[in-house]
């Protein structure tokens, strides 16, 4: 199974970047997506999981802000990202694992990970 996550980069606080995760090797179609994110120094944190059939679920930090979403045709899930904030600089990464979880906010949940793109936001 590989995760390639890409579109992280600068951006002014108020704007926007979206990231994306392309994924192989696994049943994309039916495999819950997440993205965390990680600043030196502390734990990685949950932003956003989406399962299929569920409803997304995010942190609150980044409610009403970050979008989840997937193509599954493309094998790709995405976080879109409005509003940005210089507390959302971080490294992003993407994670997925075979069925869903009730512990979709805990990092330990996910067997697979994207290697991190970083998103740094100026004030």
């Known amino acids: 199974v590989q995760l390639q996550a890409s579109g992280g980069g600068w951006v002014q606080a108020g704007g926007s970047l979206r990231l994306s995760c392309a994924a192989s090797?696994?049943?994309?179609?039916?495999?819950?997506m997440a993205w965390f994110r990680q600043t030196p120094g502390k734990e990685r944190e949950f932003v956003a999981a989406?399962?299929?059939?569920?409803?997304?679920r995010y942190a609150d930090s980044v409610k009403g802000r970050f979008i989840i979403s997937r193509d599954n045709g493309k094998n790709t899930a995405f976080l879109q990202m409005n509003s940005l904030k210089p507390e959302d600089t971080a490294d992003y990464y993407c994670?997925?694992?075979?069925?869903?979880?009730?512990?979709?906010?805990?990092?330990?949940?996910?067997?697979?990970w994207g290697q991190g793109t970083q998103v740094t936001v100026s004030s």
């Open positions: 090797g696994l049943s994309f179609g039916v495999s819950p």
């Open positions: 989406g399962g299929i059939g569920r409803a997304p």
């Open positions: 994670a997925s694992r075979r069925v869903w979880i009730t512990t979709y906010h805990n990092p330990k949940s996910y067997d697979y």
